[in-house]
């Protein structure tokens, strides 16, 4: 690991002047400064800022400081019973030890798992722009089936922000010059296109604060996480859901998929397509039809489009179960 200067942040405020790279849990950022992935000259330590609390607010719905532990954000009883996708997607994420750590704003920020962009002998856009995408042609299997580009296929690797994208989940940010905005995660996130390096919407200095999640969505919460192993393991194929029934149809559908883009999914389409209609496989395979027409394997990935439309049916199936 290369030499580094630290400092702590005593306020919101002074975190955005210190001009440097922002550390909590560092669950992912030690990581790859020990790789030399990541090379910060300053680290700027957050955690004793005032942004570990979970609060409801004015429009019904509640604020997730960007503090919050993983851990603590899955137990609340406010998630458990009034967004349960939530709950259920961060509990599929990582280890028990791990979630401990992690925090939500970092959870947001973490980077792909991608091998050749931990590698740093392999090119990666990514990691070195213009240097080329060694997944392209190269070992894939993990890679992304949507939204990639002739630059970078790499998946997001967040299960959280999956549930979070599903449940219309919006960003605080505090900039250095003090003021703020709210960005929906949609906004948030960057497709590669020829900057792959470019992940998110954040400026220089730009701190999470928090999450707002609006008021809760009635209706069957599922989370699914198609993974090599039983924990500890990223997802392949991840589907967040909330469905509500009317009577024998299906009157409204929330869907964020994992493990197939670069960052969380959300086709709106699909959801049009699924509302009004009986609950049926036919109904199913047409929605999945929409999520995966534009789905492209490169190879070794292949198998993750079958899989996405098995497990979005399988999903689906569950969640209208009865009706």
């Known amino acids: 690991m290369r030499p580094f200067e630290y400092t702590r942040a005593s306020d919101v405020a002074e975190a955005g002047r210190l001009t440097g790279r922002f550390i909590a849990g560092g669950t992912n950022l030690l990581d790859l400064m020990k790789l030399e992935v990541e090379t910060p000259a300053k680290l700027v330590d957050i955690t004793r800022l005032p942004l570990r609390d979970i609060e409801a607010t004015d429009d019904g719905g509640l604020r997730i400081g960007a503090l919050v532990?993983?851990?603590?954000?899955?137990?609340?009883?406010?998630?458990?019973?009034?967004?349960?996708?939530?709950?259920?997607a961060v509990l599929a994420g990582a280890s028990g030890q791990l979630r401990n750590k992690a925090t939500t704003g970092g959870n947001l920020l973490q980077r792909t798992r991608?091998?050749?962009?931990?590698?740093?002998?392999?090119?990666?856009n990514k990691r070195d722009p213009g240097s080329g995408c060694g997944a392209i042609g190269g070992f894939n299997r993990i890679h992304a089936i949507l939204g990639v580009s002739e630059h970078c296929i790499a998946t997001h690797p967040s299960d959280m922000a999956v549930a979070?994208?599903?449940?219309?989940?919006?960003?605080?940010?505090?900039?250095?010059d003090g003021s703020t905005r709210i960005l929906a995660l949609d906004d948030f996130y960057r497709l590669p296109g020829?900057?792959?390096?470019?992940?998110?919407?954040?400026?220089?200095?730009?701190?999470?604060?928090?999450?707002?999640?609006?008021?809760?969505?009635?209706?069957?919460?599922?989370?699914?996480?198609?993974?090599?192993?039983?924990?500890?393991?990223?997802?392949?194929?991840?589907?967040?859901?909330?469905?509500?029934?009317?009577?024998?149809?299906?009157?409204?559908?929330?869907?964020?998929?994992?493990?197939?883009?670069?960052?969380?999914?959300?086709?709106?389409?699909?959801?049009?397509?699924?509302?009004?209609?009986?609950?049926?496989m036919a109904t199913f395979e047409k929605a999945a039809d929409i999520l995966l027409a534009d789905a492209k394997g490169q190879g070794e990935n292949d198998f993750k489009i079958p899989l996405a439309r098995r497990t979005l049916k399988a999903v689906l199936a569950d969640a209208t179960k009865g009706a």
């Open 69 to 88: 532990s993983n851990s603590d954000l899955a137990a609340d009883s406010r998630i458990r019973n009034d967004y349960e996708v939530l709950s259920r």
């Open 114 to 124: 991608c091998g050749y962009f931990y590698e740093t002998s392999q090119p990666c």
């Open 164 to 176: 979070m994208r599903a449940l219309d989940a919006k960003v605080e940010t505090q900039k250095a």
């Open 194 to 280: 020829d900057t792959p390096d470019v992940e998110n919407a954040l400026e220089a200095g730009e701190l999470i604060t928090g999450v707002r999640l609006p008021k809760p969505v009635s209706g069957s919460h599922r989370y699914r996480k198609v993974r090599d192993r039983a924990s500890y393991a990223f997802a392949l194929i991840s589907v967040a859901a909330v469905v509500r029934m009317d009577g024998g149809t299906i009157a409204d559908a929330r869907l964020a998929l994992g493990g197939m883009a670069p960052m969380p999914w959300r086709d709106t389409a699909v959801e049009k397509a699924l509302i009004g209609q009986e609950p049926s």
